[in-house]
C-alpha cells in the first residue's frame, strides 16, 4: 500500500527550513528517501531502518516512528539545489519491494 | 563512467508497435529493477532480478517481459504498445536482493511516448 506524503508541494526562500512527512497505514520495516531533478533520476538520500533511528548527512536529516508508521525528512537552511521532489518510499516486515509515495515538490526561491 | 545506463534515452512509437529498452549497471549489484514513472509522477515498481532470475512480477500487463541475460544487464521489451504505456521507465539496481536495506542506483530513464 503506498504511503502518504505530505504536503504535497512547499516553496521556500533559500535559509529556510521544511520538513516533509511520511505515513503508512501498515507495519514498516524501513523507510528509504529519494531526492528526483526535474528530468532526472531518483537519486538516493538515505535509509532509515525499523529501530526509531535517525539519520542526518549536511541539512538534511531524518527521523523513523516505527510505531506511528511516520517518517520524517527534514531540510534545514535549504538551498537552490534543494529544489525536485522528494519521494518516500516503505518496506514492510514480509516486503522485498520498495513501494513509494506521491512525493513532495519542494521549490527553493532566492 | 555511468553506473546504471538505458538506451535509449527517447523513444517515440506508433501503437501497436513492438519496443525494447536497455539496461546495464557496472556497479557488480545482484539486484535490477524497472519503474514506471507516469504522468503524475507516480513511481511504480514493476519488476525485480536477482542474478538473473526474476523475483518480483508485479500486476503488469503480459505484453511486458523482461529479459536478464547476466547479472549485469536487464532489458525490457514490450509488445503491442499502447497509448497508456507513455511513461518515464526507470531501470535501477541494488547490491543485493532485500529492499529494505540496500539503496537503489536508477538509471537515466526512457521516455516512452506512444502516439
Known amino acids: 500500500q503506498q504511503p502518504v506524503q505530505s504536503p504535497q508541494a512547499v516553496i521556500l526562500r533559500e535559509g529556510e527550513d521544511a520538513v516533509i512527512n511520511c505515513s503508512s497505514s501498515k507495519a514498516l520495516y524501513s523507510v528509504h528517501w529519494y531526492r528526483q531533478k526535474h528530468g532526472e533520476a531518483p537519486v538516493f538520500l538515505m535509509i532509515?531502518?525499523?529501530?526509531?533511528e535517525q539519520k542526518g548527512h549536511d541539512k538534511i536529516s531524518a527521523s523513523f516512528n516505527e510505531k506511528k508508521q511516520q517518517s520524517s525528512l527534514y531540510l534545514t537552511a535549504s538551498q537552490l539545489s534543494y529544489s525536485g521532489t522528494y519521494f518516500c518510499g516503505t518496506v514492510g516486515p514480509y516486503g522485498n519491494k520498495l513501494v513509494f509515495g506521491a512525493g513532495t515538490i519542494l521549490r527553493v526561491k532566492s | 563512467d555511468t553506473a546504471v545506463s538505458q538506451t535509449p534515452k527517447y523513444l517515440v512509437t506508433q501503437m501497436g508497435n513492438d519496443k525494447s529498452i536497455k539496461c546495464e549497471q557496472n556497479?557488480?549489484?545482484?539486484?535490477m529493477y524497472w519503474y514506471k514513472q507516469d504522468s503524475k509522477k507516480f513511481l511504480k515498481i514493476m519488476f525485480s532480478?536477482?542474478?538473473?532470475?526474476?523475483?518480483i512480477n508485479e500486476t503488469v500487463p503480459n505484453r511486458f517481459s523482461p529479459k536478464s541475460p547476466d547479472k549485469a544487464h536487464l532489458n525490457l521489451h514490450i509488445n503491442s504498445l499502447e497509448l497508456g504505456d507513455s511513461a518515464v521507465y526507470f531501470c535501477?539496481?541494488?547490491?543485493?536482493?532485500?529492499?529494505?536495506?540496500?539503496?537503489?542506483?536508477f538509471g537515466p530513464g526512457t521516455r516512452l511516448t506512444v502516439t
Open positions: 556497479l557488480g549489484h545482484d539486484t
Open positions: 535501477a539496481s541494488s547490491q543485493r536482493q532485500g529492499a529494505w536495506s540496500y539503496e537503489q542506483y
Open positions: 532509515l531502518l525499523k529501530g526509531g
Open positions: 532480478y536477482n542474478n538473473k532470475e526474476l523475483i
